[in-house]
């Protein structure tokens, strides 16, 4: 198996703050780019934004089994 990378970037802001979002890009060495789709995480707790990461990143890797 191929060595794997994931890319992420989180920065916390409040919630109502919030007006939009765009898309990352990244550039692989084959000259290709790719997007990385941003998601937006609510909550009112530091363990309720916590457990949906999680479950989000479970099921990050539930659409790749082959990894």
Known sequence: MARLAIV???R???YDDLESFE???IH???GKTASVTMHVI???S????KRQL???LDAFFEFY???
Do not use: H, Q
């Not at 530091?46 to 934004?49: C, K, N």
């Open 42 to 44: 609510e909550g009112e």
């Open 54 to 56: 999680s479950a989000s």
């Open 23 to 25: 898309d990352a890009t």
């Open 65 to 67: 089994p082959e990894i």
């Open 46 to 49: 530091e363990e309720g934004i």
């Open 8 to 10: 992420y970037g989180i």
């Open 12 to 14: 916390l802001v409040p």
């Open 28 to 30: 692989l060495k084959n």
